[in-house]
């Protein structure tokens, strides 16, 4: 498709994540008090999306807390300023294979295994205005570790969003992420037009590269909506590339810890920082009412958690 620079841009915050990055930076938030107030902080200063994980508020691991992600969701909706909340449903996926002799033998405690109902549990209880959907599975980093998504689970994963009236925000961390979702659209698991994030530079997915990232803008349907993010220093040029692309950005801790060589970033300074970029090249940031208007999703109020 033709590429022309996007300048009406829609900015995502990822506020926390679910890597080991706890103890690598203080700024990372870990308790659904500190998540909602970096959250506040990101969408002040620009973010129109707000993506979120929750993590143990003692020992900042990943986790599935029901209660955690209701009071995120309810601090997030109480908040004095309007932002899309944007739920992680990438959680319960996690498969830790034995050592190479012994595959079967599983690492329980870095296992997290869940069905399609359970994963989307918090989905169904907060009803966000968009959830991830993780089209694929890959070697996710080194050693023993696979982040699992059959066909099967995508398929009842995205029927449940559907169902559920909430936006899947499609994960694509490769090109035949791309075309599963792709097929998921033609099946009428997701509605078209589907928003899509590109994930650049994640070991062992699409590598970080202007030829690989242009073949992934290149196989998004031109109805779509659409982001893209990479890590670490590299996060800021893909604000450029992505909005050079005609796409949308992604900026936040659960991606780069760093405002620059050796300074610890928080949210809100990390996309203070895309904003200005974004501003020197002559484009503007959309607000969440915008937002919600492009993607047609329905705002959600205070107290709108289900019973």
């Known amino acids: 498709m033709p590429l022309e620079m996007n300048r009406k841009i829609f900015l995502t915050a990822a506020i926390t994540g679910a890597g080991a990055t706890q103890d690598k930076s203080r700024l990372v938030p870990r308790s659904p008090k500190e998540i909602a107030a970096a959250a506040i902080d990101a969408a002040k200063a620009g973010a129109a999306i707000v993506h979120c994980h929750v993590r143990d508020p003692e020992t900042g691991a990943p986790c599935?807390?029901?209660?955690?992600?209701?009071?995120?969701?309810?601090?997030?909706?109480?908040?004095?300023?309007?932002?899309?909340?944007?739920?992680?449903?990438?959680?319960?996926?996690?498969?830790?294979?034995?050592?190479?002799?012994?595959?079967?033998?599983?690492d329980a405690a870095q296992t997290d295994m869940a069905g399609a109902t359970e994963r989307m549990a918090h989905i169904r209880a907060c009803l966000p205005e968009i959830c991830t959907l993780d089209c694929g599975s890959m070697n996710f980093g080194d050693g023993d570790y696979v982040m699992t998504n059959t066909t099967a689970m995508l398929r009842a994963m995205g029927a449940q969003m559907t169902e559920l009236g909430v936006k899947p925000e499609i994960e694509a961390f490769d090109t035949g992420h791309l075309w599963f979702?792709?097929?998921?659209?033609?099946?009428?698991?997701?509605?078209?037009?589907?928003?899509?994030?590109?994930?650049?530079?994640?070991?062992?997915?699409?590598?970080?590269?202007?030829?690989?990232?242009?073949?992934?803008?290149?196989?998004?349907?031109?109805?779509?909506?659409?982001?893209?993010?990479?890590?670490?220093?590299?996060?800021?040029?893909?604000?450029?590339?992505?909005?050079?692309?005609?796409?949308?950005?992604?900026?936040?801790?659960?991606?780069?810890?760093?405002?620059?060589?050796?300074?610890?970033?928080?949210?809100?300074?990390?996309?203070?920082?895309?904003?200005?970029?974004?501003?020197?090249?002559?484009a503007t940031l959309m607000g969440p009412r915008e937002v919600r208007d492009q993607l047609g999703l329905s705002k959600r109020a205070p107290g709108d958690l289900p019973a």
């Open 64 to 106: 599935r807390d029901l209660n955690l992600y209701r009071e995120v969701t309810d601090r997030i909706r109480s908040a004095d300023i309007d932002m899309v909340l944007n739920l992680t449903a990438g959680v319960g996926g996690d498969l830790a294979f034995g050592g190479v002799e012994t595959p079967m033998d599983v």
């Open 181 to 282: 979702a792709k097929q998921l659209v033609r099946e009428g698991v997701l509605d078209d037009p589907a928003l899509v994030q590109l994930c650049m530079g994640v070991p062992w997915g699409a590598p970080n590269d202007l030829n690989t990232f242009m073949a992934m803008v290149n196989n998004v349907p031109e109805s779509w909506n659409w982001s893209a993010f990479s890590l670490g220093r590299d996060q800021m040029p893909y604000v450029a590339a992505a909005a050079l692309a005609g796409g949308n950005v992604r900026v936040g801790l659960e991606d780069n810890l760093y405002l620059e060589r050796g300074v610890l970033a928080t949210n809100g300074q990390l996309v203070e920082k895309a904003a200005s970029l974004l501003s020197n090249m002559g």
